[in-house]
Every structure is written in structure tokens, then in C-alpha cells.
């Protein structure tokens, strides 16, 4: 079986107007197929795709609005049923879908899944704290640097390893103010 993106980048509507990327990977074959959807903040977020399309699933990778800066969950719930509203519309879907990811995406699948869409057969987080708003990014509301370690280090892994050194160690690096000078520009 070979994969195809098709194609390669799709705006999808939210019912208020706002698109959300997503890519759409498909099995080859005439289908229709189920559905593995995952939600997430990371354009990149198709990266495990073909082993979901191997086994004859459509995988859909979607990008959430939302960044560390702010807005991040606000619409997850919506947005996730609105994908899946779009995804049982098209002709490659057979009816059935099942929420799939780590961390951000499994807390999407854990906000989406009380609105009760229809077609949702399943949802598998994996690794998710129990409590996004009191323990996860933010305590209470405020963003915790810490926790955001490992986002941060995937994301500028190279320039955050020399920065982090730069300043002695984590707990001096995250003193350091203000914070956006610690991104590349």
C-alpha cells in the first residue's frame, strides 16, 4: 500500500468562521475508509501518518489555533466536533473516527470527546496530565516555564541547548527576562 497527501494543505471552516490547517493522508484504494484524526499545534503534525494509512486508515492531521502565547484549548471542544462534521462529509470516510496522540493531542481528544459527535468510535490519549488548566502548561492560569521544557527543547532544540548552557543550567535560564529574547527572531 502507498500513501498520497491529497492534497497537500486544506483550510478547513470552523463554525465561526476561523480555517484550520489540516492535511489528509489516504490509503490507496478506492475506500471508504475510518478515520484516525488527530488535533494538534504542531504544523508538522502528520509525522507517524503512513503507519495509520498502512493499515488502511485515513489519517488526518489538523492544526489547532492557539500557540504558547495564548489560545491555546479556548475552542478545542468545537473545533475537534466541527473537523469531524467536515471529515463524515467527504467520500473517503466510511462513518467512522477515532482521535489519536501524545500530550496536547490527547488533551484535545479529552475536550473533544464530551460533545458527543456521532461518528467518534474512539479516542486513545497517551500521556496526558489529569488536569490541563490546575497542572498542565499553565498552574491556575500562569504559564509554568518548566513544564514547557520539552516543548521548548523540540522546538529550538539546537539554539535552546547552547542558550540553556549559556545561563549555567535550567534554573537559571528560567530566570532569565524578559522571555522572548530567549527565542530566535
Same mark, same amino acid.
Request: proline share 8%; with cysteine.
Given at each position: 500500500?502507498?500513501?498520497? *497527501?491529497?492534497? #497537500? ?10 480555517? &484550520? ?13 475510518? *478515520?484516525?484524526?488527530?488535533? +494538534? ?9 503512513e503507519r495509520?494509512? &498502512?493499515?488502511?486508515?485515513?489519517? *488526518?492531521? !489538523? !492544526? ?6 495564548? +489560545?491555546?484549548?479556548?475552542? #478545542? ?8 462534521? @467536515? ?27 464530551p460533545e ?7 479516542? *486513545?490519549? !497517551? ?10 502548561? @499553565?498552574?491556575?492560569?500562569?504559564? !509554568? ?6 516543548? &521548548? ?14 545561563? +549555567? ?12 529574547? &530567549?527565542?530566535?527572531?
Amino acid at each position: 500500500m502507498t500513501a498520497r *497527501v491529497i492534497p #497537500d494543505s486544506l483550510n478547513i471552516p470552523m463554525r465561526d468562521g476561523e480555517e &484550520l490547517k489540516t492535511r489528509v493522508w489516504k490509503p490507496a484504494g478506492s475506500g471508504p475508509f475510518p *478515520v484516525i484524526l488527530e488535533r +494538534g499545534y504542531d504544523p508538522g503534525i502528520d509525522w507517524h501518518a503512513e503507519r495509520f494509512i &498502512l493499515s488502511g486508515y485515513v489519517y *488526518v492531521g !489538523q !492544526q489547532c489555533r492557539g500557540n504558547l502565547q495564548g +489560545g491555546m484549548f479556548r475552542t #478545542d471542544n468545537i473545533d475537534g466536533y466541527d473537523c469531524m462534521n @467536515w471529515i463524515v462529509e467527504q467520500p473517503w470516510c466510511n462513518g467512522d473516527i477515532a482521535m489519536y496522540g501524545r500530550s496536547f493531542m490527547a488533551a484535545t481528544q479529552i475536550l473533544t470527546a464530551p460533545e458527543h459527535h456521532p461518528n467518534l468510535r474512539a479516542i *486513545v490519549p !497517551q500521556v496526558i496530565n489529569p488536569s490541563i488548566w490546575e497542572r498542565g502548561y @499553565w498552574d491556575h492560569g500562569a504559564l !509554568q516555564l518548566p513544564r514547557c521544557k520539552a516543548y &521548548l527543547s523540540n522546538k529550538i532544540a539546537d539554539d535552546m541547548t547552547h542558550k540553556v548552557a549559556e545561563y +549555567g543550567g535550567w534554573d537559571a535560564f528560567y530566570r532569565h527576562l524578559p522571555l522572548i529574547t &530567549l527565542i530566535p527572531q
